[in-house]
């Protein structure tokens, strides 16, 4: 039987990320950090707007609305918010009005508006951090989606922030951007792919985990069980070439920590890997891994062939 990495790999240069990809990449990011502010902007001037109406500093604290954006201002993000007692709180908006607010005279209101969104933008640099990740599941998601519907297999998806899965509806625009499993059957049985998976038998977070059961079975009974495993994948979708060597050291050891553990139970499940920045030592490593059998498959994220040709082999095993 073909090893199916050859459907859409010749070699290792197959798998290096190119110029264009990396700038198209980084195009992507700017694109998506710009549409995740804009609920910032427009609470900025909403913040301006209320404001406004004070005629100094102090004036603020006669505003109530404005109060959580005051905080925000001082520098208390969201999270530190539900640790604080009341007083805490006044004497952080108190000292962002005395220290900050107070000595900008007259343009007391721009310095609240500035500070509001200087702590705003730590909150967004906080989840741009994890935005190649989403990125990258929302698209191998659509991939196997794509492919589902174009053989005629029905699939059930998973929403967040729920445990009831429902059937794919038939405008799936957009159930990406909501989603934490599908379900399907291609002729080889039920099949649950879950992402972000703690393996309970050796502990360690992985990407991509497919599984032999149906949606309604997946129960912690069966995530216990090694032999319900049927593909285990690693998925990195960081950009950044100064980056990749790391993410793939990371995947490497996460992928060897899988080996091992299903070795102790005498099983070997497939495993793959999925990456947006491959440079030229890492394809080579990946493409030694892939012929000497240690790896199944392999695809550049920034390749839609390539990703098309690993989505329909997971839906295939």
């Known amino acids: 039987m ?10 290792s240069k197959s798998l290096e990320t190119s110029y264009e990809a990396v700038r198209a990449g980084f195009v992507a990011l700017a694109l998506e950090k ?8 427009a609470q900025a001037r909403a913040l301006k707007s209320a404001a406004s109406k004070a005629k100094s500093a102090s004036d603020l604290l006669k505003i109530p609305e404005i109060q959580p954006a005051l905080l925000t201002a001082a520098g208390v993000s969201d999270k530190a918010t539900n640790h604080l007692q ?3 709180k006044l004497e952080a908006v108190d000292g962002l009005i005395r220290n900050f607010l107070e000595p900008a005279g007259a343009n007391f209101v721009e310095e609240l508006v500035f500070r509001f969104l200087l702590t705003r933008g730590d909150t967004l640099g906080g989840s741009m951090r994890n935005i190649g ?26 929403p967040n922030k729920t445990t009831a899965w429902a059937d794919m509806p038939e405008d799936d625009a ?6 934490r499993g599908l379900s399907w059957n291609a002729g080889k049985g039920q099949r649950t792919l879950f992402y972000n998976v703690t393996v309970p038998f050796f502990r360690n977070n992985v990407d991509l985990v497919l599984f032999n059961c149906a949606a309604q079975d997946l129960t912690r009974e069966i995530i216990k069980a090694p032999s319900a495993y ?14 990749a060597d790391e993410h793939w050291k990371t995947a490497r050891t996460a992928l060897n920590r899988i080996h091992e553990a299903f070795s102790k139970k005498k099983l070997r499940p497939h495993t ?34 390539q990703i098309a040709s690993i989505s329909q082999w997971l839906c295939s095993i």
Request: net charge negative.
């Open 2 to 11: 073909a090893k199916p990495y050859l459907q859409h790999l010749k070699s």
């Open 34 to 41: 710009n549409r995740r502010a804009t609920p910032f902007v």
């Open 86 to 88: 009341d007083s805490d």
């Open 133 to 158: 990740g989403s990125i990258a599941q929302k698209k191998i998601t659509r991939a196997i989606i794509a492919y589902l519907k174009l053989a005629g297999h029905k699939c059930q998806w998973l």
């Open 174 to 179: 957009d159930v990406e951007l909501l989603l």
């Open 230 to 243: 049927i593909a285990l994948g690693e998925l990195k979708g960081g950009i950044d070439p100064a980056g």
């Open 272 to 305: 793959f890997f999925i990456g947006a920045a491959i440079e030229t030592r890492m394809a080579t490593d990946i493409w030694e891994m892939l012929t000497q059998s240690i790896l199944e498959n392999a695809a550049n994220l920034t390749d839609e062939d």
